[in-house]
Structures are given as C-alpha cells and as structure tokens.
C-alpha cells in the first residue's frame, strides 16, 4: 500500500479547521458509529435526541446487516466479503473487505473467540463537520474532489459486545457512486482521531472501484478524484 502523508501540506489548516477526540465510542450493538471529529462531550449533548430513535436505528443496522463469506454487488459485480457488519452506505456501489478470512484474525491481531467486525455508514458534513473539514482540506491540498464519504468502525465482537481495536488493517474494495467520472484516478483520504490525515492510493485496476486499507478503530474515508 502506498499511503501519503499530508501533514506537513495541511499542518496551518488542520490546526485552525479540526480538534479531534482523543477516543470514541461505539454501541455494544453494532448500530451506529461515533464522528470522529466530535468530542465526547459534544457527543453526549446529543444523546437525548438520539436515544428516542434508538430503536429504529437498531432495526435498521439489522437489516443492513452482513455476515463474513456473504457476497456483496460491488459496481455490479459480487465479491465475498471476509468480514461480517453492518454495511449500511447507499452513496457508493457496494462495499467489502477483500482480506482473505485466513488472515483477518492474523491482520488484526485477535485472540480467543474474538471475530472481527465492521459498521459502515454514508457520512457528510452535517453527521461529521470536523472530518469532512479536514477531509475537504486535503482534497483541495492534493486537487481532488470529494465524490463520496464514509464512517467506518473497524473493530471485533466477543461474546456478543463489541471490542475496540487499535492496530492492523484489512483491504477494503468500494464502488464509486454512480455517475462518477471513471476516466479519472481516484484515492480515499482518511481522517482519525487524533489529527492523522492520510492519502490511500488505489491499489486496484478496476475504473468502477477504489481498494484501499482500513485501519482498525474508527476513520472517515472519502473516495476522492484526483
């Protein structure tokens, strides 16, 4: 994978544009996921409205829902996604992570009965204003054009709860919505908690897809034209 890092081009913008949480939070269920450019205590002043639609999130993160081995419509093409989660984005074509299931458990450094897992969800700058700020900086930094977004949670489950995870990465194959430009290069860029931005090449040769590494723990991934 070659990733570049763009610090030393957004450090001036970054630090006028982002303060981001030094930890976030994930549901036990696997319904939802934290911005991670909000803080904590942003967080909690949201919780009442959140709570009463708790119930139908629940539901909705069930039926978007997908075991490891199930095969997912990638730009029309179905490929087997070697981890299960809720794959709940509508703005792209399809998701799935590429990691074969005999090196999952290796990458992301699991022990016991944990088994990896993933939530993800479309995002933008009303669910994510830090990120995306931070996202659309690096865009404009490298010339590229924001096509899609993403909140991804790459975590595991043990026992029923959810374990949050801090190293290892998988491989992760998305469509790009439809309509987009396939004559043109694209990247993802990656925003996590703590500041770290970071452009993702394409490690495909398909025009239709974007692969790139997902790192363990929370991100916002946007799937950028260059």
């Known amino acids: 994978m070659k990733s570049i890092k763009v610090k030393r081009i957004l450090a ?3 630090a006028a544009s982002m303060v ?3 930890a976030v939070t994930v549901s036990a269920s696997g319904s939802g996921t934290s911005d991670p450019g909000v803080s904590s205590s942003e967080s909690s002043s949201s919780s009442d409205e959140s709570s009463s639609a708790s119930v139908s999130v629940t539901t909705y993160a069930e039926t978007m829902s997908k075991k490891a081995d199930a095969p997912v419509s990638v730009a029309g093409v179905n490929v087997v ?4 989660g809720v794959y709940a984005a509508q703005k792209v074509r399809g998701v799935a992570v590429t990691t074969p299931a005999a090196s999952v458990k290796a990458s992301l450094g699991l022990t016991g009965n944990q088994k990896a897992a993933i939530i993800i969800y479309d ?5 994510s204003y830090r990120a995306m700020e931070s996202i659309n ?5 490298i010339g590229g054009t924001v096509v899609a977004s993403l909140n991804i949670d790459l975590g595991a489950k043990e026992n029923g709860k959810w374990v949050t995870l801090s190293s290892g990465s998988v491989g992760l194959v998305a469509g790009l919505p439809k309509g987009a430009d396939t004559s043109k290069e694209y990247c993802a ?3 996590q ?3 770290v931005v970071t452009v993702l ?3 495909d040769t398909n025009p239709a897809t974007v692969t790139f590494e997902v790192q363990a723990g929370l991100g916002t991934y946007a799937l950028t034209a260059k």
């Open 137 to 141: 900086a690096a865009a404009a930094a």
């Open 201 to 203: 090449e394409d490690q």
């Open 193 to 195: 908690p703590g500041g």
């Open 189 to 191: 860029i990656c925003v």
């Open 12 to 14: 001036a913008v970054l």
């Open 81 to 84: 996604t070697s981890v299960g």
């Open 123 to 127: 995002t933008d700058a009303k669910k």
């Open 20 to 22: 981001m949480a030094s």
